[in-house]
């Protein structure tokens, strides 16, 4: 490997990392011929930076939380060259880091940045868009916008609890339509997610198959959020099994097409910037990323999870 560069975010939520940045640069540099360093000014600037340097460079090492890695994985996914992307979490919830197995602890997760296992994962598109962890309309929306910015600096991902029980009092439905190559739903709903990773706003989602490299979507709609359906998924998860009511419907998919009524806005790994009507589909292990110590046990875990369900 020749080249590399270092995008850090100086204004994402866990600051821990960022008076390192120096000294990460200079343990790269001994695996690496050259390693640049460069702080983002301003929101977009990562995407323009990724822009300007992905055909000269190797690999990419993403320092901020979720925003930062959504913004940079943008810009590297529509390129043909794209170099591996590598993660050290430095935002508040860090979801995409989690999904990869990369540690929380500054000093393990730089080791394993100089380790440089690498693997190949799926990434989910939407309208022109890409997205890691997940796509989501109805309540999933409600919840993170409701979040107090303060409470989430303080508090991470135990706001998104707070929000999700504030937000639980009366969530609206939408009519939603949607159609896979194998699936149609019509009718009424309050949240639909589609997940590609394990982890949303910090919290392990609770699909019982999810995997980041099996080449399928996750789709859980939830008709009502009612307390069962919302212990229906999680029991789910713990007993692996699929004790789904009427009020859940879970399947996997590969391509996607959602109409709402009315239009809604999407939350995209956090980002809301879109709205529905949408066609999603998964790009399959599109993108080089460096992975935990603990990613292979997991995606065998799961697949041989996938084999009892
Ligand atoms: N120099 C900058 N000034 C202001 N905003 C920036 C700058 N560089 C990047 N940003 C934006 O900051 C936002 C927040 O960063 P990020 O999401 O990485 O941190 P976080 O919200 O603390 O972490 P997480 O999303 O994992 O909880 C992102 O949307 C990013 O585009
Ligand atoms: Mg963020």
Redesign the pocket.
Known sequence: MNRAAIIA??????KDLLHRLESIQQALSKQINEVILY????????AQIVQSIAHQVDMIVSV??????H?LINALCPLEHRPILAILP??????FSRTLCISQDPDEAIEQLLARNTTHIDVGKHNGNYFLNFWGIGLITQVSERIDPDI?RDWGRLAYYISAFQTFAEPPSFFLEVESESNYFRGNATMMIVGNGSYVGGMETYFPRTSVQDGYLDVLIIRKASLEAIHAIISSHLLDQRPYGEDLLYFQAKSLRITTSPSLKIDCD??KNTFTPTQLTVLPRHLQVVMGNDFIHRSSCLSFKDLSV
Request: hydrophobic share 10%.
């Open positions: 975010n100086p204004v994402a939520g866990n702080k983002t000014s301003s929101k977009g600037n990562g901020g939380g979720d925003g930062t890695v913004e430095g935002g508040t919830c860090n979801d989430k956090g980002e």
